[in-house]
């Protein structure tokens, strides 16, 4: 039993502040240009014009939520085509799965947003405070006036950034320069300046403050990424076969790998020096050498720094590089690993892409196919039908015309069926209803069978409803029914 005085042990473990060390290579270059692109696509996208003309907002990209359309360059997302956004999401998505059984959690460690400004929170936090040993000494350095005076310019730095991202933000959502200048003259609505507080605010602290936290504990992608991986995806890896046993360089030549000490008979220490290199760069605050962890983003620092260290020391590259498990189970019988390409192009790979694919073209299909011209029938059913004083049966029907274009379309209303039925405009005369640009309108009509006719007698009978663009022909159809009194 336990004592009363026995306290159970706590399983919470205080956070340890993560200090990365600068470091310099491939994948710390390859980094700084994905975040130099991605920041820049983010911050600049807002500001770019294109012409749609005289009645449509000239922002290259924008999420017009007053009026319900998306516009991205060319391209313009109606309400009823939502289908284009689900289906990039199901490619975002199908994208994911397909680099993550490919090259492990690439897209965590260098293009997640929270990678992104985690980084450039960082950097800004080295050029302040300098490299990793003097921030972890200001860390545990008590409060004074060079504490105070650096924290100060840090998060007034982080804060800047921070309403920066805010207010790219909500740049996406209206008109750039408009708003820009009604931010500054305090006029702009309230909810923009609530949505920019809020995203200042959230980036300040996760990217200045929660940093792999939000990787470890927010973020659901590392619990799900062993689904998609398999022994045959390349990850960041540690070679321990060629590694251990680890131990510090000494001055003087060491032996060969696999010869004895002839005092101690003990066997040649492996190429890790043990210097902690790559766990002091890591952003994760972990060490590859213990092997896969969750929290490991793949990001290579540690390879980088890792082989600046075997080329200062005379040995030869690789000790820590992206590595599948076949290839480690082939190096330790030794043998030769796969080529990059056998691992990235194989079953599991091939189908991601196949359905990636599929998915894209089938919006680049039903994008050039779709018109600039709908319609929407829905038939009044309250009543189902009205008996006229002269034993006529009239139907009525709401008509949701749409129009796409920028000016003004005159639609002509027609329909096709083998039952007689007499069409007509409800406040229109003739056939023809003239649509304002770039609106939807709805139209009422009333189709009509005269007594006695066999659409009269009849329960139901099918007809097809058109509506023509007389600007350039183009035309559109809806089916539906006529219903009569079913005698």
Known sequence: MTSPDTQPASLYAKREPVFPRRVKGTFRTLKWWIMAVTLGIYYITPWIRWDRG????????????????????????????????AGLLIMAGLGLFLFTSAAGRVWCGYACPQTVWTDLFILVERWIEGDRNARVRLHHQSWNAEKIRKR????????????ATGGAWVFYFTDAPTLL???LTFSAHPAAYITIAILTLTTFAFGGFAREQICIYACPWPRIQAAMVDEDTIT?????????PRGKLHKGAAPAKGAHDLVSSAPAKGDCIDCMACANVCPMGIDIRNGQQ???ITCALCIDACDDVMDRIGKPRGLISYLAYTDEVAERAGGKPKSVWKHVFRLRTLLYTALWSGVGVALVVALFLRTDIDVNVTPVRNPTFVTLSDGAIRNTYDLRLLNKHGDDRQFQISLTSDAALELTLEGAPGQVVTVPANQTMTQRIYLTAQA??????????????????????????HDTIFNGKGD
């Open 54 to 85: 005289p009645n449509l907002p000239d922002q290259a990209v924008l999420v017009d939520i007053a009026n319900r359309r998306f516009f991205f360059f060319m391209i313009e997302i109606w309400p009823h085509e939502f289908y284009f956004v």
């Open 152 to 163: 100060l310019v840090k998060w007034v730095v982080w804060l800047f950034i921070g309403l």
């Open 181 to 183: 200048g009604n931010l």
């Open 236 to 244: 960041v890896a540690y070679r321990d076969w060629r590694g251990e």
């Open 294 to 296: 969750m929290e490991c």
């Open 452 to 477: 006695g006719s066999p659409a009269a007698l009849a329960e139901r009978s099918e007809l097809r409803l058109w509506v023509e663009d007389l600007g350039n022909t183009e035309r559109v159809h």
